[in-house]
């Protein structure tokens, strides 16, 4: 007896079952035109993602996607990178990609993914290890692909795939500790203020 697959495969967000009406796929990286803080691992990485979805990937799209890369901005993927995805893309904060479908007639003519280099924090740079690039790039793809987010932490397609998670967690701890301490002066300041001044009213 066929064991039926859980409601869930069924469910799948998607933007498009069945987004490009050709194969293969075209796919233009950018690596000429790139920001200062650009690392050349990261097209291997973009490389090894669309390896990832071209052997099945996450295992939620009906179709098997064969790629071409080929160096002309016409093709139907365009990757580059920027250094401020937030001021280029004005995207939030913590953003590290994200990719635009052009949709006609419920198919895509095109899909443009940008993505980040890595972020500055308390003042110093922190770029995005191959690790990082990695995921961000496999989920940018799986939308130019057609899908859309999982509610599955555990799924490539889970929003903060998108987001800066595994660069450098140490150093995202001592932020939140500064960041408390930070507040925790303001507080202090707010206080020793407004007992000044009630100081001085009472007087
Ligand atoms: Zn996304």
Redesign the pocket.
Known sequence: MPIAPAASEFNYPRIVDHPWDHSPITVYIDNKSVPPHYSPTYYTQVQKALNYWAEGGNGKLDYTPVFKIVDSEKADIRIRWVEDLQKEQGVPPRVA???IPYIVNGRFIRVDITLGVGFSQWGKWVPYSDTAMLAIAK??L??ALGLD?SNDKQDI?Y?T??QINNTNPILSKYGSLLLFAIYAILAIAVFLSVSYILGRVAK
């Open positions: 990609g994200d990719a989920h940018e799986g939308h987010h397609m929003p795939n998108e």
